[in-house]
């Protein structure tokens, strides 16, 4: 997976950023990380137009009900080899609406993630830290545990936790 | 001028044995109880003899209680700063109302979402569809009902789809969305097109329907719900709090110390700063002048760091609490606050001097998605969107919350009636927004920020409150119960009584100005669908990108 990525995004990498039902404020970060204070451009990526034109999804909010098939339909409309950021704890787990009636919670229960940004909402600094940690720009700083072993009662590890692209 | 004993006397006079209760609950708050059959006539007269604003209307259920659904009509008079809600009780057994949608247009969702939640149907409504519920929910199954437990999902049933409207004869359709590169959120938009013209557009969104207000009904206390407010919406989400915690103070009497409404001030108007620089931002980039996106995202940026410094994040303070707020403003950092929305102040007007006199951007935004002011007024719309159809309303003067009563500032009002006159009110609040901190700043009392709050807030006590979002005002309506919470919180953001204008503002308009124009609304759907690509498989309708639309 590595060699895949050190190929084919060496680059740059041009983003697609979907907000599945999330509150805006994850969005508005996204954004904020293309604008001249943090200026994403610098590292080649790029905010398009079109799914089709993408090779990275970036997902907010935690996937409601209504949102479900067209995430993957439009999941489907990314080109291969493409990668998926769950930005924000929404998308990283359903955050505070988990369990809510017209929500799925968490994108990884819709769709493969690739990388999580956790954050409500993360800081454009977190955004862009952790895109150049899928570019190998930067280390990792935390490494996936599953819940299960530790013990967290059944609702928590029922969450399948996607396999990250390190741990394969 | 009337007051809310003459509300009351004339109500009962003309309908004496119909109204079965009427009081001030709260202060300019009058409650009005009318039997089912006397509801269209008292909205009628009252129509008539005052022409009330309508707001929102909120279905509860109180089967267990008295075995009755209760809908609560909320009406504002303006300039007498009275809100007025009639309420209906409706048998459980045939929770039928007639619809209120032809005599009052702004009316149309919030019945369609009473229905869609609660279960109450209005009768004769002219667009009966399903609002919010996603197109699998099964039929019968109401979230908002007291049986209905918060996390349970109900089995899909896809058959349901919503029917989006025919096309009329002879015209084209172009369905947006619901991912679009234009806007952040998802909403689905189908354009009938005849040549470029639009004769007419369908709507379905409510893409981001979380249930909060369900949440806040069964799971949350009246002090966590504060936090999830905040989250109905990343921009505005201090208004929704303020919002929440203004109306359960006002339900249970609870006095909030004039520091912490000062402190409350000071946060929503330092919010109003980098909304409206925002819009500016995505308004400019969506007719492709990322010059000005650019530069005004460069000019916010400081509020954002400003906000952390205050309340140690960027986007959610999570400052407010019911009886004030938990951080104080240190005389220590006044000095800074000042510095940076002066310097705010500065390169705003910078900006506005190089826009106003842009002749490229006057071609694009003049005489373009015209609100005539009575279309405004029947569909009910709110804040700059209205105020650019020279009709003045702003709940900071009309219903003055947090510190808005002590502190003086001119309402900006303009009468172009098109995307220009929305765009010089959002540019004139920036500038008003930072003379009411500095005022603010200069005025703020010393003591404390959290007031006496009561052990157990009493239940069955109800309030409205307004606060004037950057997009408008959000209502929130709150009951109060047993077990620490809410028995029904009702929210309104200020995009859902905007978008419902749509329709009748791109009429006549060519396809190549519909993103802007919808733009121009400042839409916010996350707060609209609160507790909130059709890849439309059928035939050959396929997604357009606003590129494609511009390219066409």
């Known amino acids: 997976m590595f060699s895949i990525l050190e190929k084919c995004f060496k680059k740059s990498i041009w983003v697609y950023h979907t907000n599945a039902s999330a509150c805006n404020g994850c969005d508005i970060e996204i954004i904020n990380a293309l604008t001249p204070f943090y200026d994403a451009e610098r590292f080649g990526i790029k905010l398009v137009g079109s799914p089709r034109h993408a090779d990275a999804l970036l997902v907010t909010g935690a996937v409601s009900r209504q949102v479900c098939p067209r995430l993957k339909t439009l999941y489907k409309s990314v080109p291969e080899p493409k990668l998926v950021f769950a930005i924000g704890s929404c998308a990283t787990g359903g955050g505070i609406w988990f369990d809510s009636y017209n929500l799925v919670g968490g994108v990884d229960k819709v769709i493969p993630v690739n990388f999580y940004i956790p954050g409500c909402p993360p800081r454009p600094e977190a955004i862009l830290f952790g895109v150049a940690v899928a570019l190998g720009l930067v280390d990792k700083k935390v490494v996936a545990e599953y819940l299960k072993e530790k013990g967290f009662p059944e609702l928590v590890h029922e969450r399948p936790v996607a396999e990250s692209l390190w741990a394969k | ?552």
């Open chain 2, 1 to 552: 001028m009337l007051t809310a004993k003459q509300i009351i006397e004339t109500l009962r006079t003309r309908f004496d044995k119909q109204i079965l209760g009427a009081e001030e609950k709260v202060s300019n708050q009058v409650f009005v109880r009318v039997v089912p059959d006397a509801l269209i006539p008292v909205i009628c007269f009252l129509n008539q003899c005052f022409s009330p604003r309508f707001l929102i209307n909120a279905g509860t259920d109180v089967v267990q209680q008295d075995g009755k659904y209760v809908v609560s009509y909320i009406f504002s008079f303006d300039s007498e700063k009275i809100f007025l809600c009639i309420q209906v009780g409706l048998d459980s057994a045939d929770p039928d109302i007639e619809s209120i949608t032809p005599i009052i247009a702004g009316a149309n969702w919030s019945e369609r979402e009473t229905r869609d939640l609660v279960g109450i149907s209005a009768k004769n409504h002219p667009d009966p569809r399903r609002l919010i519920l996603a197109d699998d929910w099964p039929e019968g199954v109401y979230p908002l009902r007291k049986d209905f437990p918060y996390d349970y999902r109900p089995p899909s049933e896809p058959q349901n789809k919503v029917p989006l409207k025919k096309p009329p004869e002879g015209t084209k359709v172009i369905p947006i969305g619901p991912f679009y590169p234009v806007l952040e959120e998802p909403a689905y938009f189908k354009l009938f097109v005849d040549g470029e013209t639009i004769v007419d557009c369908d709507y379905r969104g409510f893409y981001s329907h979380r249930g909060i207000e369900k949440y806040g009904d069964s799971k949350l206390t009246y002090n966590q719900i504060c936090f999830i407010a905040e989250r109905i919406c990343g921009i505005c989400g201090f208004i929704h709090s303020t919002c929440y915690c203004e109306a359960v103070e006002r339900a249970a009497g609870i006095e909030v110390p004039l520091r912490a409404r000062y402190i409350r001030t000071i946060m929503l108007e330092l919010e109003r700063i980098h909304s409206h620089l925002l819009w500016l931002g995505i308004a400019a980039h969506i007719i492709g002048f990322d010059t000005l996106l650019m530069q005004s995202w460069r000019i916010r940026e400081p509020v954002m760091w400003l906000c952390e410094k205050i309340s140690g994040n960027r986007k959610t303070y999570g400052m407010n609490l019911i009886g004030g707020v938990r951080r104080d403003i240190p005389a220590e950092i006044h000095d800074e606050i000042v510095r940076v929305i002066e310097k705010i102040e500065r390169e705003t007007v910078e900006v506005i001097d190089a826009v106003v006199g842009d002749t490229s951007l006057h071609a694009r935004l003049k005489n373009v998605g015209i609100l005539k002011e009575a279309v405004a007024r029947s569909i009910c719309t709110v804040g700059p969107t209205v105020r650019g159809s020279g009709i003045s309303i702003d709940s900071r003067v009309d219903h003055p919350y947090a510190a808005y009563k002590f502190v003086d500032f001119e309402v900006a009002v303009e009468t172009g009636c098109d995307i220009w006159a929305r765009t010089l009110v959002r540019l004139k609040e920036t500038i008003e927004a930072v003379k009411i901190i500095k005022r603010c700043l200069l005025e703020m009392p010393d003591g404390p920020i959290m007031g006496e709050v009561m052990e157990e807030i009493p239940s069955g006590r109800e309030a409205i409150c307004c606060v004037e979002a950057p997009r408008g005002e959000a209502i929130h309506y709150v009951l109060t119960g047993q077990d620490n919470r809410p028995y029904r919180w009702r929210v309104r953001a200020p995009t859902y009584a905007n978008l419902q204008c749509v329709p009748y503002i791109i009429k006549g308009e060519r396809i190549a100005d519909v993103p802007i124009i919808i733009g121009s609304l400042d839409p916010c759907y996350s707060c609209t669908e609160r507790m909130a690509v059709v890849d439309v498989k059928t035939g050959q309708q396929k997604i357009y990108t606003k590129e494609e639309i511009i390219k066409r």
